[in-house]
Nanobody
């Protein structure tokens, strides 16, 4: 029906960069807010960044100018550019999308999540 697939995670040294991508596919009518969340080992899931359909952004307190969220509405894609990575950024990163999808003659609204992509920052 609707799928979110993340990619771009991996192993990186402190100070390095990664670019995460998330593609939304399926019977989509429209996508509202999208976001990135992360879950560090042994901790709760936390907000990384969100972006509205108009491009307004919000970031978690720990980002401090290091990450940039963006989206391509034409391709139903979401991105997270991460720079100056630290070991404490190690986590599974998840994308989500608040969207309306097509189901018969209806357009239900639902929040969908991707399966996550691992980011490991270590020397």
């Amino acid at each position: 029906q609707v799928q979110l697939v993340e990619s771009g995670g991996g192993l990186v040294q402190p100070g390095g960069s990664l670019r995460l991508s998330c593609v939304v596919s399926g019977n989509i009518y429209t996508i509202n807010d999208m976001g990135w969340y992360r879950q560090p080992p042994g901790k709760e899931r936390e907000l990384v960044a969100t972006i509205t359909s108009e491009g307004n952004t919000d970031y978690g307190h720990f980002v401090k100018g290091r990450f940039t969220i963006s989206r391509d509405n034409a391709d139903n894609s979401l991105y997270l550019e991460m720079n100056s990575l630290k070991p404490e950024d190690t986590a599974v990163y998840y994308c989500n999308a608040d969207l309306l999808f097509i189901s018969g003659s209806y357009t239900p609204r639902q929040l969908f999540w991707g399966q996550g992509t691992q980011v490991t920052v270590t020397s």
